[in-house]
């Protein structure tokens, strides 16, 4: 059998038709290769969000059932003319949902997770010479209902059946030509970085950098799939390898700064300090799903016997927090529920900063020297984030890429591209 390769395209590489017929030339170069291919697309470019934009329209908060039903859709229109575009070539290809290959997926809307993929179909159609085009971001339960993985889950799609198919590797086609140092659209001088290890990667993914859904780099990881990010647009451009092992010697101790705007900060105040208390407020959020990304617990200023507790989640799930929190409060006994939405997070990440001392005490400085106050801070053993006024959040970066002497000669091509969610 020959080996196989996986290869995604984002909502911005399939956004009209001669991008269509641009994306069926780049997977036949890739079959002429001497390669077995499977293609994984996302959505016509901004499909997904108009599919948000008209259900809300219609019912604010619509079921999550039927918004799976729904946003599954933009996924299919495209498989299908991507197939097409590639028959049109002279090429054999056949595409197919994720309810028809079996991409199981646990019994979840909107977020789900990838439990099993049968790779039984996809083998047989390969072996008769077929260009495999498969939907992106979508799931099947046991029962056979319609899921979804989340915004962005097309990349997750992709190297899942990388791993499931024992790929030789997943290529990730997106608008940009990598991963860069920061945001290029942000920072012009942003550098791209040949390689980059997958803790790292993981660590710039949650922490805000769009390029990749974080979960894919995850299942990269946990199966060590090579993932390669590269742009659809410069195909001579190698992009950036996601790999396990960084190179031998770190130079720097951060390769990349990220900056998150889709938190909200969210106190509960005066819960009064008796053990269980943090234990119930998280777990009734877990109950419906909703990750919890930074914690502080303080001593309330007014009192002595109770505590603040500050966390953030996603500004997505904020209406479904909120409700909870509201049976919440009066379970725990606390004060009040608070909200704050003009917040970002801004994060640097390296392997580099382990055991190096000086890199957390450079970066509050550097937000101090650009007036930037921190409102909260975390960290784990390659990142720290502070969280700060979104109004700052552009500046933030800014000073920080320069301070970490991130910045490249060139600066990076990205007019004209659109953001690929
Ligand atoms: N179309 C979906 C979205 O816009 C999935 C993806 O693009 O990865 O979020
Ligand atoms: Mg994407």
Redesign the pocket.
């Known amino acids: 059998m020959k080996k196989i390769v996986v290869q995604k395209f984002?909502?911005t590489s399939v956004a009209d038709i001669d991008k269509i017929k641009n994306v069926a030339k780049t997977v036949i170069r890739e079959k002429n290769n001497g390669h077995d291919i499977v293609v994984v697309v996302?959505?016509m470019g901004?499909?997904?969000?108009h599919l948000v934009k008209m259900a809300k329209d219609i019912n604010p908060s619509p079921s999550a059932r039927e918004m799976d039903m729904l946003?599954s859709t933009?996924?299919c229109v495209s498989i299908a003319l991507l197939t097409m575009a590639i028959q049109a070539q002279g090429y054999k290809a056949v595409s197919f949902n994720a309810s028809q290959i079996g991409i199981l997926t646990e019994n979840v809307h909107s977020k789900a997770r990838i439990v099993d993929i049968s790779t039984e179909k996809l083998k047989k159609n390969l072996d008769e010479g077929n260009i495999i085009v498969v939907a992106?971001?979508q799931g099947v339960t046991e029962d056979g209902e319609i899921t979804?993985?989340?915004?962005?889950?097309?990349?997750?799609?992709a190297v899942a059946l990388a791993a499931a198919l024992n790929a030789e590797r997943c290529d990730i086609y997106t608008d940009v030509e990598g991963v860069y140092t920061t945001d290029p659209r942000v920072v012009p001088k942003a550098s791209r970085l040949d390689t980059i290890s997958y803790e790292e990667m993981l660590e710039l993914a949650h922490a805000g950098a769009n390029v990749l859904?974080p979960r894919s780099v995850e299942t990269a990881k946990q199966y060590s799939v090579p993932l390669r990010v590269r742009s659809s647009f410069n195909l001579e451009n190698m992009g950036t390898l996601i790999v396990g092992v960084e190179k031998m010697e770190i130079n720097k101790p951060v390769a990349g700064v990220a900056s998150d705007l889709s938190q909200v900060r969210i106190v509960v105040r005066e819960i009064p300090d008796t053990p269980g208390e943090a234990a119930t407020l998280f777990s009734y959020l877990a109950e419906e799903n909703i990750s919890v990304d930074m914690i502080i617990q303080s001593y309330a200023r007014k009192t002595t016997s109770t505590n603040d507790i500050a966390f953030t989640i996603n500004k997505e799930d904020l209406p479904k927090a909120l409700s909870i929190l509201e049976k919440v409060k009066e379970k725990l006994g606390a004060e009040s529920v608070t909200t704050d939405e003009d917040i970002a997070k801004v994060s640097i990440i390296g392997a580099g900063m382990i055991d190096r001392p000086g890199i957390a005490s450079t970066m509050f400085k550097t937000l101090a020297d650009s007036d930037i106050n921190i409102k909260m801070i975390s960290t784990s053993e390659i990142k720290i984030s502070c969280l700060i006024d979104r109004a700052d959040a552009e500046k933030a970066v800014k000073a920080l890429h320069k301070t970490f002497n991130l910045e490249s000669d060139e600066v990076a091509d990205v007019k004209g591209t659109l953001p690929?969610?």
């Open positions: 984002g909502g996302s959505a901004h499909t997904t969000d946003l933009g996924e992106g971001f979804t993985l989340g915004r962005g889950g097309s990349d997750t799609s859904h690929d969610v």
